[in-house]
């Protein structure tokens, strides 16, 4: 193991999980340098799953042991830090101590992501990182093939992102839609998938999420953003708008949680029967 013990915080080696932003890591002048951190052994062995190349790896001194067997795996330098230092650097007390910095892989091509895909989540302007993580998370559990993103929204491989989304951001596919096809151009090239587009929209029309009707062999479901959900534009391009039936009052679940009934309704379950 190539382990490197480091006592001054101003150590530049350290600016990836301390000074620069994740629109920094982002490097969009220069995407082949481009960086994304993850956090925790479970996510990193995920990571490393799907042929994400690590850069380097922060670990605090009280957890090395414990990492030993992943930093041969990596064979990248291991950064090492004391447990105050740790904290201090951060700004919080990290999750079993290790972070590792890596590679940012390539934006993979809609078609690409559309290629053999039946089961599609598409996300309008979500900004809230946490809320992505959510989404990818439920999608990876519950049989969505693919996520689409709308060129407005967070991030997937943002720091937080990534760690709420337990990895699964590295298992399944994904793709942010150009400004000048969104929306109608999309939805024209999931219909030559033979793709339905429904929006999950509180609308007049809008039909039970386990309605016998609608088509869960194949379809896309498309989620608005946290504030306002869908936009006009979109819903009026959708096959049909569908809501999930509530109860006392309630007139609708957050976009984390909303997927996860819908995934489950329309990809998951009708699969088992």
Not at 36 to 61: K, M, Q, T, W, Y
Not at 126 to 136: I, K, S
Not at 172 to 191: K, N
Not at 213 to 229: K, R, T, V
Request: hydrophobic content about 45%; aromatic content about 6%.
């Amino acid at each position: 193991m190539n382990l490197i013990q480091i006592n001054n915080l101003s150590d530049k080696r350290l600016d990836p999980y301390m000074r620069l932003t994740d629109r920094q890591l982002r490097n969009k002048l220069e995407p082949e340098k481009a960086i994304l951190i993850a956090e925790s052994r479970i996510v990193i062995e995920v990571a490393l799953d799907a042929g994400i190349e690590p850069l380097s790896f922060l670990v605090d001194n009280s957890r090395l042991a414990s990492g030993a067997e992943l930093f041969e795996r990596a064979g990248c330098p291991v950064y090492v830090l004391p447990h105050d230092k740790m904290e201090q650097l951060t700004g919080y007390n990290v999750n079993r101590g290790l972070l590792c910095a890596m590679r940012r892989p390539r934006p993979m091509p809609m078609g690409e992501v559309l290629e053999g895909a039946r089961h599609i989540a598409v996300l309008e302007d979500l900004v809230d990182v946490t809320n992505v993580g959510a989404v990818f998370r439920s999608a990876a559990a519950l049989q969505a093939d693919a996520v689409l993103l709308s060129p407005r929204c967070a991030d997937p491989l943002s720091r937080r992102a990534v760690r709420v989304s337990m990895g699964t951001v590295f298992q399944v596919p994904w793709a942010t839609v150009s400004a000048d096809a969104w929306p109608g151009d999309l939805v024209q090239e999931l219909h030559g998938h033979g793709m339905p587009c429904y929006g999950m929209a509180l609308e007049k029309d809008a039909l039970p999420i386990d309605d016998a009707s609608l088509d869960a062999d194949a379809c896309a479901l498309f989620f608005g953003c946290e504030g306002y959900g869908l936009s006009r534009q979109t819903l009026d391009v959708m096959d049909r708008t569908v809501i999930i039936p509530m109860s006392n009052g309630v007139d609708s679940l957050n976009v984390a949680a909303s997927s996860a009934v819908a995934f489950w309704e329309l990809f998951a379950r009708r699969s088992r029967r």
